[in-house]
């Protein structure tokens, strides 16, 4: 379902607000937005944890909960191409479906699956580029949490030995499991993209291959005319009797 435009009057009450990522990490305050003379949000700017300003796409932006999420880019990215896939493949399945019942001339329908085909091409050179980012950030996660287990582990061990007070260790302990358990959730949204992705990518392979084995003959071009041929004489022997 396509997100609602963000708009001056649904955002500005956020302004000086905390943004989050959709998996519950904290990225920094909204402080400013760019707008059309619409009143349509094009960016927000956000200050970030460490006071540096970032500049972010409105379609990165979603209003959830009552607080300003920002997507990660892969998250971004699949949600352009997942929606254009399940769009495409509805016109496909529309279009099959108009030309088995005889409702679309063969030069229409060749016209348009042409089109359609196109599409797809493009659609999965940016899948393949979506899985790529998928994976990068699988590994970046997965090392993140190499980090989360070692300082764990240290926090717990000082704890222990008594070098650190329980005060101290709760307050550390629970921001460490938070940070895991987001980048557990993180894991499980790039798994179902990726999972969606290949799904979506079956269907328009069964498509094609489809379209292959019930390719529609090209219209026979006709046959130039021969010009016509001088009738020969048949030759006559005659026999004196």
Do not use: C
């Amino acid at each position: 379902m396509p997100k609602p435009p963000l708009t001056v009057e649904r955002l500005q009450p956020f302004i000086g607000e905390v943004v989050y990522d959709p998996y519950g990490r904290v990225l920094g305050k909204l402080v400013s937005l760019e707008s059309d003379v619409d009143g349509t949000v094009q960016t927000v700017v956000v200050e970030t944890e460490t006071r540096t300003i970032t500049f972010v796409p409105a379609e990165a932006v979603d209003l959830k909960d009552g607080r300003v999420v920002v997507w990660p880019e892969w998250k971004t990215l699949a949600y352009k191409v997942i929606s254009s896939y399940q769009r495409a493949l509805k016109r496909l399945r529309g279009l099959e479906d108009m030309y088995s019942r005889n409702e679309v001339p063969s030069t229409v329908y060749r016209e348009m699956r042409k089109r359609l085909d196109k599409s797809l091409e493009k659609l999965k050179d940016e899948a393949k580029k979506l899985k790529a980012l998928l994976s990068q950030r699988k590994n970046d996660i997965e090392d993140e949490n190499l980090k989360l287990d070692r300082a764990i582990a240290n926090l717990k061990m000082s704890y222990l030995a008594g070098e650190i007070n329980e005060k101290a260790y709760k307050i550390a302990i629970d921001h460490l499991r938070n940070a895991k358990d987001s980048n557990a959730r993180e894991l499980e949204d790039i798994k179902e993209t990726k999972s969606k992705i290949e799904s979506l990518e079956h269907g328009a392979i069964e498509f094609t291959k489809k379209h292959e084995e019930e390719k529609i003959p090209e219209p026979a071009k006709p046959e130039a005319p021969t010009a016509p041929t001088a009738t020969q004489p048949i030759p006559v022997k005659l026999i004196e009797g």
